[in-house]
């Protein structure tokens, strides 16, 4: 929440050139509001780590090689929050992890 304030306030996240795997995860849709600008600031992320996403985020085009997704259910809604997420991003894999099967 503090970057978050931070970055509506005008200030700069730096870029995290040496970034190639990112791991988030957020309890509330302000924590996912943070993911999009982290991904933008990530030139050379490869692979990007999702936990219980919440949706109601605009993603930017990203281009990751693999995409992992923790706490997938597979229900309708699900289905339709992780098309919306990944939208016109490249992901060369996508791997779901099931939310009740530990996996």
């Not at 700069?12 to 988030?24: A, E, Y």
Request: aromatic content about 6%.
């Amino acid at each position: 929440q503090v970057i978050l304030r931070c970055v509506r306030r005008g200030l700069l996240l730096p870029v995290f050139n040496n970034l190639v795997s990112l791991s988030f995860g957020s309890t509330n849709k302000r924590g996912w509001k943070l993911l999009p600008l982290l991904i933008e600031q990530s030139p050379k992320l490869e692979t990007l780590i999702i936990q219980s996403y919440t949706g109601d985020v605009t993603m930017p085009p990203f281009q990751v090689k693999m995409l992992h997704v923790h706490g997938y259910g597979g229900n309708a809604e699900e289905v339709e929050r992780l098309h919306k997420f990944i939208g016109e991003s490249e992901c060369g894999e996508v791997v779901l992890g099931c939310g009740s099967c530990g996996g």
